[in-house]
């Protein structure tokens, strides 16, 4: 089955440096990856859609200055958060639609847990 | 716009007992819909959808679900739980005709099985 990997998955910061998580999928192409984020007992909140050699799309109150996003591959997206602060500390889930198929299905990683600290 | 309602945050059974977890989803459009499991500190892992055709949807690990437009409901339900279905499940919805196929979740409901 289609497999989607994440790297880190965890990773713990200082206060002002940056971050980069990386999106993998492993099986299949994805013109079309998303980044979510969790916070504890939460649900997951889509941040932003990442499209394969264009810009990303950013959700009401994301600040893509925050959160960089490059797709630059059609198996590798990443997610950079820039100068981390405390409340930057969540669980960040990427997900990924098998762009060879019309299956409407995305395929989560398994996630990347970060503590700013 | 799509949104999700799952009515129970938390939702305690006893092993091998039915167990049903609730879903409505607002739409003025068609919809994808989706259930997805969340073991601790893990990803999800999709355990069923429904995109067109029979409204009764099986999947993984023995559940099921119905999709009921009449009553907008996509409830999740398995006839015996067990020890290992205790995790948090999320129900989510998709615009069919949207090209961002983006997915909105619900709160999720947390499934606890006592022995």
């Known amino acids: 089955g289609a497999v989607v990997s994440q790297h880190p998955s965890w990773v713990i910061c200082k206060s002002g440096t940056s971050v980069k998580i990386e999106c993998r999928s492993l099986?299949?192409?994805?013109?079309?990856m998303f980044w979510y984020r969790q916070f504890p007992k939460q649900s997951l909140m889509l941040m932003a859609t990442s499209n394969e050699g264009s810009k990303a799309t950013y959700e009401q109150g994301v600040e893509k200055d925050k959160f960089l996003i490059n797709h630059a591959s059609l198996t590798l997206s990443t997610l950079t958060v820039t100068s981390a602060h405390p409340e930057d500390s969540s669980f960040y889930i990427c997900?990924?639609?098998?762009?060879?198929?019309?299956?409407?299905?995305?395929?989560f990683g398994p996630g990347t847990r970060l503590l700013v600290l | 716009a799509q949104s999700v309602t799952q009515l129970d945050s938390q939702v305690p059974v006893f092993e091998e007992a039915p167990v049903e977890l609730r879903c409505n989803y607002s739409?003025?459009?068609?919809?994808?819909l989706f259930w997805y499991v969340q073991y601790p500190n893990q990803g999800l892992q999709l355990l069923l959808k429904?995109?067109?055709?029979?409204?009764l949807v099986k999947g993984i690990n023995g559940f099921e679900a119905e999709f009921n437009k009449s009553q907008t409901s996509f409830h999740l339900r398995k006839p015996s739980v067990h020890i290992s279905d205790t995790a948090e499940y999320f129900c989510a919805v998709s615009d069919p005709y949207s090209s961002a196929s983006k997915i909105i979740f619900g709160s999720g409901t947390r499934l606890s099985i006592r022995p």
């Open positions: 429904y995109l067109s055709g029979s409204t």
């Open positions: 997900s990924a639609r098998d762009s060879g198929t019309e299956e409407e299905t995305q395929y």
């Open positions: 739409s003025s459009v068609s919809v994808y």
């Open positions: 099986d299949f192409q994805a013109t079309t």
